[in-house]
């Protein structure tokens, strides 16, 4: 079954809140862009690293000068995909590049991400049980990493 929604419902938010690492640090997501000779790219973005700002909003931060990072300087929209209550979510976002902050422990490029739409699938005979997941190799410092991410997102 799927369905459309234009925002985050209180269960994403909470997804999204960038609390509560520790339980979501499995986690990977797809963040999807289009190159500049047009052809799909892919790359993968923790849950450290976007916040839900509110409903209708996401910031990002990625590691700067990626290809991913120019790609959406040049359209201005990226999907993010994820899988989250056994659901798949299709994020599509229209962006704008945030100024970099002054003494940023963590220099990162970052972007506020308008959502556009939340296409929902899920099947009523089975659940979706995960989606890409990894292990950290330094969890304590990656967690950390993420946290002071998030704390500077929210500026």
């Known amino acids: 079954m799927t369905s459309i929604i234009t925002e985050l419902n209180p269960e994403l938010m909470q997804w999204f809140n960038g609390q509560h690492l520790q339980h979501k640090k499995h986690e990977a997501m797809q963040l999807l862009t289009v190159s500049e000779d047009a052809w799909p790219h892919q790359a993968m973005i923790s849950v450290g690293e976007l916040v839900a700002i509110s409903p209708t909003v996401l910031r990002l931060a990625l590691w ?17 995909v994820a899988i989250v209550d056994h659901q798949l979510l299709t994020i599509r976002l229209a962006l704008r590049a945030l100024p970099p902050l002054p003494g940023s422990v963590h220099p990162r490029d970052r972007y506020e991400g308008e959502i556009r739409s939340i296409r929902v699938d899920h099947a009523p005979y089975a659940d979706i049980t995960s989606g890409i997941t990894f292990q950290l190799k330094d969890e304590p410092g990656t967690l950390k990493r993420w946290e002071e991410t998030i704390a500077e997102l929210r500026l």
């Open 64 to 80: 700067s000068g990626t290809q991913t990072s120019q790609n959406m300087e040049r359209t201005g929209k990226a999907t993010l």
